[in-house]
């Protein structure tokens, strides 16, 4: 369970596949760590081919072309951190992100199953990661690794496209889509910490998408009072909208207001699994552009 909220964040994992969509996962990472602070881990799993080959303990002969293989597999796979890690240092140079502390990781087997250790070991704050690896499919939105992680984690985690930027300077504008659950107020506090630094103004807004609940006014007015009372967020604005298409609707409210990221909770028949499935994510993710948050 996640517990740091407006807490000192130490710790950012950034898993990576040498793509493009990790490189720009981990310029996001980067400025991140520049205002909070944090260490970065760069970490990649590579496969492990001797895996298969204990499976014919007599093949000698198979076992010994397996091992060479992962040997060259472990050599390329350090070869590419290193450019890799070469890459982020320039580009930490350019934007002048200093104090960074950036440590890397290669070792071999299943990337889900090795993410899920690191994140045991390493015990980071949250994680960034890019939404598509070598190999997926167009339509395959969310890369198979990238929900796992969300899965798995129980941290916040924060989903970058290849072509998300950044604002560097001025206001940041963020949609946090709300179910008025208690862990609203965790999630939108922990945000606030993990966009330290910058200038946030949060969107709080509920699609609704049954009949009006007469209710629901009021509870939104009571997070709006609450998050500013305990100086979670100093600038928040709340929208309650009809919809009969939740993504479509977001889209818009997204393009219109100049959103740069959407932020939204992790729970089972909520609004992560109304969005998130391969057709509607591919709306969400790709045709906005935006990166998005996950709060488990």
């Known amino acids: 369970m996640y517990n740091n909220v407006e807490g000192k964040f130490k710790r950012i994992l950034v898993p990576i596949d040498f793509s493009g969509y990790s490189l720009n996962a981990c310029y996001f990472a980067l400025h991140l760590a520049s205002r909070t602070g944090a260490e970065l881990r760069l970490f990649h799993a590579f496969f492990n081919p001797m895996i298969d080959a204990m499976a014919f303990p007599d093949a000698f002969t198979y076992q010994s072309n397996m091992a060479e293989i992962f040997r060259e597999l472990e050599e390329n796979s350090k070869k590419e951190m290193k450019k890799f890690s070469k890459k982020l240092r320039k580009y930490a140079k350019i934007k002048d992100l200093k104090d960074v502390k950036v440590e890397t990781e290669v070792v071999a087997g299943q990337p889900g199953e090795e993410i899920e250790n690191i994140i045991s070991s390493f015990e980071p704050d949250f994680i960034v990661i890019g939404t598509r690896g070598h190999g997926e499919q167009a339509n395959e939105v969310l890369g198979s690794v990238a929900a796992r992680v969300i899965d798995i984690s129980g941290i916040p985690v924060l989903l970058v496209t290849h ?29 606030a910490a993990i966009m ?8 709080c807004v509920h699609f609704e998408t049954g009949s009006p609940k007469e209710e629901t006014a009021g509870k939104m007015a009571e997070i709006k009072k609450k998050l500013i009372e305990k100086k979670k967020v100093l600038s928040i604005e709340c929208h309650n909208i009809k919809s009969d298409d939740i993504v479509t609707d977001l889209n818009a409210f997204v393009e219109s207001n100049d959103i740069e990221l959407i932020a939204l909770t992790h729970k089972k028949r909520n609004i992560f699994y109304r969005l998130f499935n391969p057709s509607l994510a591919k709306k969400l993710l790709f045709q906005t552009k935006r990166p998005v948050f996950v709060f488990n």
């Open 163 to 191: 072509d998300a930027k950044l604002k560097e300077a001025g206001e940041i504008r963020l949609l946090y889509a709300t179910d008025f659950d208690e862990s609203d107020y965790q999630a939108i506090g922990s945000l």
């Open 196 to 203: 330290a630094g910058y200038s946030l103004k949060i969107f």
